[in-house]
């Protein structure tokens, strides 16, 4: 309980050094160009500093927010640490500030499918981010939440009504339309129907 509490405050205030950044750069509608990116780079450095010179706050929770734009790989910033050079909590709130930040419209593009940034996060793990907490993500956070409806390669479209952790692109559904003609529901298990190996989600 601890340990959530301390990780829960880094998470919350891991942008906080973003305050001190110009409200040009942070709004800007396009591209930010290379003087523009290295500003904005030093948030992570600022807010760490901030907070560890003018708060009692754990340093656990002070590490996460200078480390969450660090990479597994070691091509983060501020100071490009690697794997376990990274805090838990670094790469914990690597992961969820990018699946955030995917999902969020920005003033320089439109927000992501939940699905989309669910194949970005499994694509980077090993890479940009931890992969195996990557896995442990994906068990957590649905690409196709239940309630979502979805068309399918088959042309079919139906309700998302249960995930499954081990398999989550490819959920249980149930089907109301085939093409333009409504049908009685069912359910299409893509998980477990073998008639189904051939069909994936498109939109």
């Known amino acids: ?29 396009g591209k930010l160009d290379y003087k523009e990116f290295e500003k904005m780079k030093e948030h992570s450095y600022i807010g760490y500093k901030y907070l560890k010179e003018n708060f009692d706050i ?5 590490i996460g927010v200078l480390q969450h734009h660090e990479k597994y790989d070691g091509t983060g910033y501020p100071n490009n640490a690697s794997k376990e050079q990274i805090s838990t909590f670094g ?3 690597a992961i969820t500030d990018k699946y955030d930040a995917l999902t969020s419209d920005r ?25 195996v907490m ?3 993500f994906m068990k957590s956070v649905a690409p196709y ?3 979502m409806c979805v068309r399918m390669s088959n042309n079919m479209q139906g309700l998302v009504v249960e995930n499954y952790q081990d398999c989550c692109t490819r959920p249980k559904v149930k089907i109301f339309k085939d093409g333009d003609r409504d049908v009685t529901p069912y359910i299409l298990d893509l998980k477990n129907d073998t008639h189904t190996r051939d069909v994936t989600i498109i939109d």
């Open 1 to 29: 309980r601890d340990q959530l509490y301390r990780l829960a405050l880094s998470a919350m205030l891991h942008d906080i050094g973003k305050v001190f950044i110009p409200k040009s750069i942070i709004n800007k509608p």
């Open 58 to 62: 754990p340093p656990s929770s002070y």
């Open 91 to 93: 790469r914990i709130i």
């Open 107 to 131: 003033p320089y593009r439109k927000s992501l499918a939940p699905s989309e940034a669910a194949e970005y996060i499994m694509g980077a793990g090993g890479t940009i981010i931890d992969p």
């Open 134 to 136: 990557a896995k442990s």
């Open 145 to 147: 939440p239940i309630g």
